[in-house]
């Protein structure tokens, strides 16, 4: 499979902080899970800004950046890592192992962020976040505000500010490293390739999704478990 450095993950995250303001955190959650049938679930496909942040692939996750902070600046939340679950689910990475692997600072299971991240939260100006694009985080998000805005008599400082996190990232996002045009390039070989097969095999009367085997066949054997 062709994947970046882990040191190029680091200096994404690392160039956003940069660009934000001080005394703001970042908070991406990964993709929603979307249901298929019943308790089947569609192929998961995480979050673009997501993956180009972490280069992890894992639902149920979130990830924050807060820039200045001693402690941690990259936090993340994820799956605990059970027998049980892994059996269906594949295997996780864990909190525990998720500074080792990912580059994470600190790491939490995503069942404790209600307790954790309006910790994190609170005290900060800015609140950097892709609102409107997951209803259900949204309401998250706001209700871990609330919680701090309901403290403010005991000494508490919620943020006054929300910014649009994509206008900074996605900026950051059209300006490709070296290692990305790299992996740009593989990919671009391999799309020709598949067109190329592709080519050498449609005749009349072929099914569509027959055509589309041969090229799905060449993405995956070469690496790409899914085509863009």
Same mark, same amino acid.
């Given at each position: 499979?062709?994947?970046?450095?882990?040191?190029?993950?680091?200096?994404?995250?690392?160039?956003?902080?940069?660009?934000?303001?001080?005394?703001?955190?970042?908070?991406?959650?990964?993709?929603?899970?979307?249901?298929r049938n019943r308790d089947v679930e569609h192929a998961f496909r995480q979050?673009?800004?997501?993956?180009?942040?972490?280069?992890?692939?894992?639902?149920?996750?979130?990830?924050?950046?807060?820039?200045?902070?001693?402690?941690?600046?990259?936090?993340?939340?994820?799956?605990?890592?059970?027998?049980?679950?892994?059996?269906?689910?594949?295997?996780?990475?864990?909190?525990?192992?998720?500074?080792?692997?990912?580059?994470?600072?600190?790491?939490?299971?995503?069942?404790?962020?209600?307790?954790?991240?309006?910790?994190?939260? &609170?005290?900060?100006?800015?609140?950097? %976040?892709?609102?409107?694009? /997951?209803? #259900?985080?949204?309401?998250?998000? =706001? $209700?871990? *505000?609330?919680?701090?805005?309901?403290?403010?008599?005991?000494?508490?400082?919620?943020?006054?500010?929300?910014?649009?996190?994509?206008?900074?990232?996605?900026?950051?996002?059209?300006?490709?490293?070296? &290692?990305?045009?790299?992996?740009?390039? %593989?990919?671009?070989?391999? /799309?020709? #390739?598949?067109?190329?097969?592709? =080519? $050498?095999? *449609?005749?009349?009367?072929?099914?569509?999704?027959?055509l589309e085997a041969e090229l799905l066949n060449i993405f995956m054997a070469?690496?790409?478990?899914?085509?863009?």
């Open positions: 499979m062709i994947k970046l450095n882990s040191s190029e993950y680091a200096k994404r995250r690392q160039a956003l902080m940069a660009s934000m303001s001080p005394n703001s955190i970042a908070i991406v959650p990964s993709a929603p899970v979307t249901i979050d673009s800004d997501f993956y180009y942040l972490s280069g992890f692939h894992e639902e149920h996750s979130v990830l924050v950046l807060i820039p200045g902070r001693e402690q941690a600046e990259y936090v993340l939340f994820c799956q605990e890592k059970i027998k049980e679950q892994e059996i269906w689910t594949g295997i996780r990475v864990g909190p525990e192992a998720a500074p080792e692997k990912l580059g994470a600072d600190d790491a939490f299971p995503i069942s404790d962020i209600d307790e954790i991240l309006p910790g994190l939260i &609170e005290g900060k100006d800015k609140i950097y %976040a892709s609102l409107g694009v /997951s209803p #259900e985080f949204d309401r998250q998000l =706001m $209700q871990w *505000v609330n919680h701090i805005k309901s403290q403010v008599r005991n000494g508490a400082s919620a943020p006054h500010e929300f910014s649009a996190l994509e206008h900074l990232l996605h900026e950051q996002r059209l300006i490709k490293s070296d &290692e990305e045009i790299r992996v740009m390039q %593989a990919a671009a070989n391999i /799309s020709a #390739e598949a067109h190329t097969r592709a =080519m $050498q095999v *449609v005749k009349p009367g072929m099914m569509e999704y027959q070469a690496g790409s478990r899914w085509p863009a």
